[in-house]
C-alpha cells in the first residue's frame, strides 16, 4: 500500500515536471513567434514599395512575391527567387540576421551568394530599424506560397558558380549604411536614402565597367539596361533633366508622364507602376530634390539641344497618297517608315505625330524617346510595346510590334528600323539612325556583356601562372634531391 501510494507520487510529480517543461516550450515558442504590429508591418510593405520586389519577385499576379519572374541582364537571365514567408519554399525559416544579409550583403540563408540583379548593393544602405520594419512585412505582412520557382540554370561558366560572386563582393559591394549629410537638408537627405537605397536609382541610371561595377564618377549620367537605356538624369541641362522642376520630375514620378517632356516605358514603366506612385508625395518631392541636384561629370554645352528639344510636327502622307499599300511595303528607308507609320502608327499618334489633345496618346516630337542620342528606347518601345498603370495617371498602354500579338503581323527588322528612321527623322534627333543588325540586338534583349570572357581568360592565364609555378617548384625539388 505504501509502495502504491510513493508510485502515486512518483506519476504525479512527472505529469506535473511534463506541464511545466511543456509551458516552458510554450512560453520560449511563443517569444520566437514575434507578432509585430500593424504599424510597423505597414512600414516595412511601404518600404518594399519603395524597393520595387514586387517587380521582380513576381511572375504571377495572383501570387505576389513568388518569384519566377525572369530578369535579362548581360551575363544571362537571372530568375527572381521566392521571398514570401514559406518554410518550405520561401525565406520563412530565415532569422532577421539572414533576411539583413540577404538584403544588403547579397548572402542567402544557406551562405550561397546572390547576383547583384538583386541590388543588394543598394539596399546595403537601408538603416538597421528600416530592415527590421521589412522583415516584419515579409514575415508577417505576405502571403506564403509553397512553390517552388525554377532556377537560375542559364548563365555561362563562370557566372554560374555563385562563389564567383566573393570576389566581385569585395572589390564593388558597399558594406556601410546611408549616413546623412549634415550640410543639406532634411527632405534632400530623406530623397538620397530613398533615391540611392531603396528605390536603387543608380543600379540602373550609373554606367558600368569591364567588371560590371557601378562607375561612381559617372553616376546616374545614363546606362544601357537590357534592350532599354536608363537616361542620364542628372541635373545636367545639356545631358540631364536639369531643365525640369521638382514639381515636374515629381509628376513624372507620379503618373509616368510629364506632358511634351517624357513617358515612361520598360522598366522605368515598371518602377513607376509599382513602386514610385504608390509613394506618398513628400517622398516623391524628396526624391526629386536629390536626383535634381546629382551634378553631371560631362561639360554644358549650351549650343546643344537637350534630348527634349527635337522634331516638329510633320504628316508625310502626301508622299505616297494614291500608292496602294503592297507597293508602299515595296519601298526602302524612310518612304518605307512613312508608310509603316500611317498604317500602324498614326491612328494613335496623329498623322503628323501630334498625339492626342489629352496626351494619352503623346506627340512624338519634343520627348526623349525620339531625341535621345541612343536609340535603344524607340526600338525597344517598337518591339515590346508599353503598358504602364498609376493611380493619378489611369492605364497607358500601347500594343508591341516585334511579336505576333492579337492577330497582328509583327514587323522584322528591316521593318522596325526603317520606322524608327522615319520618326527619328521626322519628329526627332536626324543625327541618329537605326540599322536591322541594331534592332535584332534589342529584340534579342540587349547586348551581351564581355565579362563572361574576361573571367575565361582570366581563368585560364591563373591556370597558366600555376601550372608554371608548380613545374619551377618541381625543378627546384629536383635540384635539391640531386644536390
Not at 231 to 257: A, M, Q
Amino acid at each position: 500500500m505504501q509502495h502504491t501510494t510513493s508510485l502515486r507520487h512518483r506519476v504525479s510529480a512527472a505529469r506535473t515536471a511534463a506541464v511545466l517543461a511543456f509551458g516552458t516550450l510554450a512560453v520560449a515558442g511563443a517569444a520566437m513567434a514575434q507578432n509585430y504590429s500593424p504599424e510597423l508591418i505597414e512600414k516595412g510593405r511601404y518600404l518594399a514599395t519603395a524597393s520595387d520586389c514586387i517587380a521582380c519577385h513576381t511572375a504571377t499576379k495572383t501570387k505576389p512575391m513568388a518569384g519566377g519572374h525572369s530578369i535579362s541582364s548581360p551575363v544571362g537571365d537571372i530568375v527572381a527567387t521566392n521571398i514570401t514567408p514559406s518554410k518550405s519554399h520561401g525565406i520563412g525559416n530565415y532569422s532577421e540576421q539572414q533576411f539583413a544579409d540577404a538584403l544588403r550583403k547579397g548572402v542567402r540563408a544557406d551562405g550561397a551568394q546572390l547576383y547583384p540583379a538583386m541590388p543588394y548593393t543598394a539596399f546595403s544602405l537601408f538603416t538597421n530599424e528600416d530592415v527590421h520594419a521589412m522583415y516584419a512585412y515579409f514575415m508577417e505582412g505576405v502571403k506564403p506560397v509553397d512553390e517552388a520557382p525554377k532556377a537560375t540554370t542559364s548563365l555561362p561558366f563562370p557566372m554560374n558558380v555563385r562563389a564567383s560572386m566573393i570576389g566581385w563582393n569585395l572589390l564593388f559591394a558597399n558594406d556601410k549604411p546611408f549616413e546623412p549629410d549634415p550640410a543639406q537638408t532634411p527632405e534632400w537627405n530623406r530623397g538620397a536614402y530613398l533615391a540611392l537605397g531603396a528605390g536603387h536609382c543608380v543600379t540602373c541610371h550609373t554606367p558600368r565597367g569591364a567588371m560590371m561595377q557601378e562607375l561612381a564618377s559617372k553616376s546616374m549620367s545614363g546606362a544601357q539596361i537590357g534592350a532599354w537605356y536608363a537616361p542620364d538624369i542628372t541635373n545636367s541641362k545639356t545631358h540631364g533633366i536639369g531643365s525640369w522642376s521638382v514639381d515636374e520630375l515629381t509628376t513624372y514620378l507620379t503618373t509616368g508622364h510629364l506632358p511634351g517632356k517624357s513617358q515612361a516605358a520598360g522598366p522605368m514603366a515598371e518602377a513607376i507602376t509599382h513602386s514610385f506612385s504608390q509613394l506618398n508625395e513628400t517622398d516623391l518631392r524628396a526624391i526629386s530634390t536629390y536626383i535634381l541636384s546629382v551634378p553631371s561629370h560631362k561639360p554644358e554645352d549650351p549650343a546643344q539641344r537637350n534630348r527634349f528639344a527635337h522634331g516638329q510636327a510633320t504628316d508625310a502622307t502626301a508622299g505616297f497618297r494614291g500608292t496602294s499599300f503592297a507597293e508602299g511595303m515595296k519601298q526602302s528607308g524612310t518612304a518605307l517608315g512613312a508608310q509603316i507609320f500611317t498604317a500602324n502608327c498614326a491612328s494613335c499618334h496623329g498623322a503628323s505625330g501630334q498625339g492626342t489633345q489629352d496626351s494619352y496618346y503623346p506627340a512624338l516630337f519634343g520627348k526623349s524617346i525620339t531625341g535621345e542620342a541612343n536609340p535603344s528606347n524607340l526600338i525597344a518601345a517598337i518591339l515590346n510595346g508599353v503598358d504602364r498603370e498609376t493611380p493619378k495617371g489611369g492605364h497607358v498602354f500601347m500594343p508591341p510590334f516585334g511579336d505576333q500579338t492579337n492577330a497582328m503581323v509583327p514587323l522584322k527588322n528591316e521593318e522596325v528600323a526603317a520606322l524608327s528612321n522615319f520618326l527619328l527623322t521626322s519628329y526627332g534627333n536626324s543625327a541618329v539612325s537605326v540599322t536591322a543588325d541594331q534592332v535584332q540586338v534589342i529584340r534579342e534583349g540587349g547586348a551581351k556583356s564581355s565579362l563572361v570572357l574576361l573571367a575565361r581568360v582570366g581563368m585560364a592565364v591563373g591556370a597558366v601562372v600555376v601550372l608554371l609555378l608548380l613545374v619551377l617548384l618541381a625543378k627546384k625539388r629536383g635540384r635539391a634531391r640531386r644536390r
